[in-house]
């Protein structure tokens, strides 16, 4: 649980109280009441709370030593550009950043984001039966969200079932967007290093320079297998493991197969594989709903111009019965998540900064008041 503790060296910044959690220090604006831990990764600390202006139920993520690491700031900074600009029910909603004490000096990030449960990593591994129902609903939500992400040039890039976010009423939500770049980005945007290993498509283990959409379908067959199978369909140790369990079971690439690949050395690697029959993925899900195999098919095609698209997913027969084509607008406007990734520590925290102040318009004003005078 949290419990109230006294501020580092006796001194307490205004507007803020202090708690810790799991051995972490939470400085957090007063509004917000922690209630209880919930999560832990490498980035730091979330925990439950409620805001006491709205008696909401919020996610507070703590961020610490942001600017130890350069491309862990601009993944975060990233997420925080995006996010401001994301409006759908089907992708978190990030609902205020805390203004830290000292502009030039903070070293930790707060997000408040709408609380939910639990995520789909979690009930994969309980012993929760899932109807197909409950299979239909999680892929349309996905697909719902991941088509919003799209139609905004953003790529998601590392979806996974731990960064789908579920209530107990079933909603999902996709978080976690460091990873994710705009399809139109520049050079840097095709190779970098993106998506968890079981989740990655066969364009990006093959170190393929270019690639587009269709990496976010292919991890959405991933998932979708993992929720028809309860385990991961592809659970390599390495990339190889990783590209030899995929031809297990989709079988043996033929030259038609491969010619998108821009990588000599990946087309002399796959060529020199022993012939594989493949399985079928009805074999595999033998007790899946037939169209919920054909969906998933067409998700886990080796060549990405074949994959079929989000687009082509959601008016799939297996989700006709969800799936309504004039519900779905587009987002407003294509977003631009171009930064410079040779920026440097003081530039990162002064944009990181500005997005802050987008959530708190009063002290917005309040600096231009003191540009002025």
Known sequence: MAMMVDPPNGIRSEGKHYYSMWRTLFEIDTKYVPIKPIGRGSYGVVCSSINRETNEKVAIKKIYNVFDNRIDALRTLRELKLLRHLRH??????????????????????????????DLHQIIKSPQPLSNDHLQYFLF????????????????????????????????????????????????????????????????LLCCEKYGASIDVWSVGCIFAELLGRKPIFPGTDCLSQLKLIFNVLGTMSEADIGFLDNPKACRYIKSLQNSPGIPLSALYPNANPLAIDLLE????????????????????????????????????????????????????????????????????????????
């Open 298 to 373: 067409k998700m886990l095609i080796f060549d990405p111009s074949k994959r079929i698209s989000v687009n082509e997913a959601l008016q799939h027969p297996y989700m006709s019965a969800l799936f309504d084509p004039n519900a779905d607008l587009p987002a407003q406007v294509p977003i631009d998540l171009d930064i410079d990734t040779e920026i440097g520590e003081h530039v990162i925290r002064e944009l990181m900064w500005a997005e802050m102040l987008h959530y708190h318009p009063d002290v917005s004003s309040l600096e231009n008041v003191n540009l002025v005078l």
């Open 141 to 204: 939500q996905l697909l719902r969200g991941l088509k919003y992400l799209h139609s905004a040039n953003i790529l998601h890039r590392d979806l996974k079932p731990g960064n789908l976010l579920v209530n107990a009423n079933c909603d999902l939500k996709i978080c976690d967007f460091g990873l994710a770049r705009t399809s139109s980005g520049r050079s840097e945007f095709m190779t970098e290093y993106v998506v968890t290993r079981w989740y990655r498509a066969p364009e990006l």
């Open 89 to 118: 029910e089907n992708v978190i909603a990030l609902k205020d950043i805390m203004m830290p004490p000292q502009r030039r000096s903070f070293k930790d990030v707060y997000l408040v984001y709408e609380l939910m449960d639990t």
